[in-house]
């Protein structure tokens, strides 16, 4: 592929040559094509707090290879012609991805400069990750979701969070004055990334400088508990309440609760703003079997190896799904009957399958029915997953159908 990272030699070289080498502080870095080397590169672009996987010995996951998968056909939505498998990844900009069944490892490819021991930004997956420790948290009695944000952060008391409940964060049922159009210069998702960046701010800046700090800014716009809208900020609003809660970042929790307890190959990272305090809302990076192995935990009602590592209330919670009436009123075409929960995208299809979503096509696809587990990185050149949906929901369903028929 002509955007291939390794084909076009991102920063090889000691140093690379001018028109190869990225930066992080011009914003080279994460202009298409040469975001497809940095999505895997990030740490070496940018600080960073480690998700450790503690000093256990990592649990290798079974493999039973299948070689019928690449020539798998489906009907991407919106087109006439079947696409296989093996050309969806291409389609997709894939950068890596593992499908499990039943807890095995089926399929495995990496392209690009991914590799099985390299790590990859999740972005937006990432609020999936803190959802589950918020939820886990409301299911052991430590966070009462019916509470307001500011009965645990009274910072954010003046905010447009003050007066929303745990449960309206979760759930991202919020009415905020935020837009997350990333085609829009004037967003305030661009004011958001501001404030979190850790580069220096110029002198005449006033603004925020980190994340809660901007969150301490956000006004209201329509009522609390009303309608579904995806907005970055209601993760990291959550991070502060978890952080609140336990007295650990959501690293730090991260990494005590579940990544050290699941047999993970590779620590995690989490980038950080100027102060240290981690992205909740789409800073984690990790090894994509890692990924696929969290996946595999809900999959599993939260248990691994015949240890609760998250309470089974938990992923009760998550598969039930949100409300379907206000999750219709953001208007999204392509997910048409979803929800959402605990930062999970639910299907409510036949399978009860739930997903973890990130721009530019980050995903983990959890189907109970199938008992499959999908997670896969990319590097799409469209951030919005309405680009890559169309071709990875059919694919992921059909792979569901084929792992269900009787196989050698």
Same mark, same amino acid.
Do not use: C
């Given at each position: 592929?002509? !955007?291939?990272?390794? @084909? $076009? +030699?991102? /920063? ?6 001018? *028109? ?5 502080? =011009? ?100 609020? !999936?990750?803190?959802? @589950? $420790? +918020?939820? /886990? ?6 966070? *009462? ?5 500011? =009965? ?257």
């Amino acid at each position: 592929m002509d !955007s291939d990272p390794a @084909t $076009l +030699g991102w /920063m090889v070289g000691t140093p690379p040559p001018p *028109d190869r080498q990225l930066r992080f502080d =011009d914003g080279s870095y994460f202009q298409f094509p040469a975001m497809r080397w940095s999505v895997s590169n990030f740490r070496q672009l940018m600080p960073t707090v480690n998700v450790s996987r503690g000093l256990a010995a990592p649990v290798p996951l079974p493999r039973s290879l299948r070689q019928d998968i690449d020539a798998l056909r489906f009907v991407p939505l919106g087109a006439k012609e079947p696409m296989t498998w093996e050309a969806s990844l291409a389609a997709n900009y894939t950068d890596g991805i593992v499908v499990l069944h039943r807890g095995r490892i089926v399929y495995e490819r990496y392209f690009g400069v991914l590799k099985p021991d390299g790590q990859h930004g999740a972005m937006s997956v990432t609020k !999936s990750v803190t959802g @589950t $420790l +918020g939820a /886990m948290l409301v299911a052991e009695g430590r966070i *009462d979701a019916g509470k307001k944000v500011s =009965d645990y952060v009274p910072e954010l008391a003046a905010s447009a969070f003050g007066n929303a409940t745990v449960r309206q964060v979760l759930d991202m049922t919020t009415g905020l004055k935020y837009s997350e159009d990333y085609a829009d210069p004037k967003a305030e998702v661009w004011a958001f990334s501001q404030a979190g960046s850790p580069l220096p701010k110029p002198k005449d800046y006033t603004g925020p400088r980190s994340y809660y700090e901007y969150l301490q800014t956000v006004q209201p716009e329509g009522a609390h508990g009303e309608a579904f809208a995806y907005k970055t900020i209601n993760s990291d609003a959550l991070g502060w309440i978890i952080a609140r809660v336990t007295g650990r970042s959501v690293a730090q929790l991260l990494s005590e609760r579940i990544w050290s307890r699941i047999g993970a190959e590779q620590d995690a990272y989490l980038t950080v703003d100027s102060s240290g305090t981690p992205f909740a809302g789409g800073g984690l990076n990790t090894g994509l079997r890692d990924l696929a192995r969290f996946g595999e935990l809900l999959r599993n009602n939260g248990r691994f190896r015949g240890q609760q590592i998250l309470p089974k209330a938990v992923v009760d919670d998550i598969r039930h799904g949100g409300d379907k009436a206000a999750f219709a009123k953001a208007g999204y075409e392509l997910l048409k009957g979803w929800s959402y929960r605990d930062m999970w995208w639910v299907t409510h299809n036949a399978h009860g399958a739930f997903m973890a979503r990130g721009v530019h096509g980050q995903r983990i696809y959890v189907d109970p029915k199938a008992e499959m587990v999908v997670a896969r990185y990319a590097s799409h050149p469209v951030a919005s997953n309405s680009a890559n949906d169309p071709v990875s929901l059919p694919a992921f369903e059909a792979l569901a159908q084929l792992l269900m028929r009787p196989h050698g």
